[in-house]
Nanobody, 126 residues
């Protein structure tokens, strides 16, 4: 499967934006889709994850209550709705697919994700 991330842009603090992860190709081998973000010079950070086979979602503490991950099962598209955005949310956001059916905090580990999109940039500033 190939993943296409889009929807990034510039938004003022407190604003909202929705990122889109569009997979193409066979998706049946993948059971989880995650969003990660990275700022130059810093480690990649897990943001959220959704199981594709079971109604379960996971969030990093820094975004819980502000971000919502969801999936359109008819199109296999995964969304990351972001609200109450802060300047520290500024980063390149990537979506990634994993064969793992995450049930614990292992979803944080990017090593479990084998397919990655190209990234979409979010800038939060006034």
């Amino acid at each position: 499967v190939q993943l296409q991330a889009s929807g990034g842009g510039w938004v003022q603090p407190g604003g909202s934006l929705r990122l889109i992860c569009d997979p193409s190709g066979p998706t049946s081998d993948y059971n989880s889709i995650g969003w990660f973000r990275q700022v130059p010079g810093k480690e990649r950070e897990a943001v959220a994850c959704i199981r594709t086979d079971y109604p379960r979602t996971y969030y990093a503490g820094s975004v819980k209550g502000r971000f919502t991950i969801s999936r359109d099962n008819t199109k296999n598209t995964v969304y990351l709705q972001m609200s109450s955005l802060k300047p520290e949310d500024t980063a390149m956001y990537y979506c990634a697919a994993s064969e793992v059916r995450f049930i614990t905090s292992t979803w944080y580990n990017s090593d479990y994700y084998t397919q990655w999109g190209q990234g979409t940039l979010l800038t939060v500033s006034s």
